[in-house]
C-alpha cells in the first residue's frame, strides 16, 4: 500500500500580506522557515522514501529543510505547484482587495463548463493536471512519499482522488473552499490494499490538515 504524506509548505512572504506577490519566486518567511524545521522534525518519525516539492520556491525550501532534517533524496515536479490564478496577479499586493474579489469569482466559476477570467487554470485544466499528479504517484516505486505543495491546489489533487472520474468544478469549488490547509499542515493519504477495505483500490484520506507540530 502506498503513503502518501501532502504537506503545505512554510509561511511564505505572501501569507503575510502587505507585500509583492511574486509567483513562482516567492520565498519563505523567517517563521516559515521555523515551522518547516517543526514539520521536518515531525516527518522524521515517520516512514519516508522520497521528498518530491513543487518547483516554486517556497515548496523547494520547505522540501530542502525536510530533506536535510530526515536525510532523504529531494525531487522537484511542476505538477503541484500552485493553482495559477492569472499572470496579471503577479506584481501586486497580497492584500490588494482587487485580487481577493477576483479569486472568489473565479472559485464561483469553477462551476461553469470552460469559463475563464484572463488567462488562469480554469477547472478543466486543474482537473486534467490533478489527474496526472495522482498517476504519476502512484506510477512511483517508492511506498513513502512526502509531497510538499500548496494551499489551494492541494484540496484540488485531493478531491480529485476522492471523487475520480466524477469530481465536477463544483466538487472542486467545494473542497477549495471547505478543506483549507495551514503552513506545514500534513494531511495523511492512502491508495491499495489493506485489510478491511471494502474496495481494493482506492485513495483514503487519513488525516487532514494536522498541524499538531506547531503547537
Not at 469559463?115 to 493536471?129: A, G, I, Q, S, Y
Not at 509531497?147 to 472542486?172: Q, Y
Not at 477549495?176 to 471494502?198: C, D, S
Amino acid at each position: 500500500m502506498k503513503t502518501i504524506y501532502f504537506v503545505r509548505h512554510g509561511e511564505s512572504e505572501s501569507n503575510i500580506g502587505g507585500v509583492i506577490l511574486g509567483g513562482a519566486k516567492t520565498s519563505l518567511t523567517k517563521h516559515g522557515q521555523e515551522q518547516a524545521a517543526f514539520v521536518a522534525e515531525r516527518l522524521s518519525h515517520l516512514a519516508v522514501d522520497v521528498i518530491i516539492a513543487s518547483t516554486y520556491l517556497r515548496t523547494r525550501q520547505t522540501g530542502q529543510i525536510i530533506a536535510e532534517k530526515i536525510a532523504k533524496p529531494i525531487e522537484y515536479s511542476d505538477l503541484f505547484v500552485e493553482w495559477n490564478q492569472g499572470s496579471h496577479r503577479i506584481g501586486k499586493k497580497a492584500d490588494d482587495l482587487e485580487l481577493g474579489t477576483q479569486t472568489k469569482t473565479l472559485i464561483e466559476h469553477l462551476k461553469k463548463p470552460n469559463w475563464r477570467m484572463t488567462d488562469e487554470e480554469n477547472f478543466e485544466e486543474l482537473n486534467k493536471r490533478a489527474d496526472r499528479a495522482l498517476a504519476y504517484l502512484m506510477g512511483r516505486p517508492e511506498e513513502h512519499i512526502v509531497v510538499v505543495g500548496h494551499g489551494w491546489f492541494s484540496p484540488v489533487l485531493l478531491g480529485k482522488a476522492v471523487m475520480g472520474e466524477d469530481f465536477t468544478g463544483r466538487d472542486c469549488q467545494h473542497f477549495m473552499k471547505a478543506f483549507r490547509m495551514v503552513n506545514t499542515g500534513i494531511t495523511i493519504v492512502t491508495h491499495g490494499k489493506a485489510a478491511g477495505k471494502l474496495y481494493s483500490d482506492e485513495w483514503n484520506i487519513v488525516t487532514w490538515n494536522d498541524h499538531a507540530h506547531l503547537g
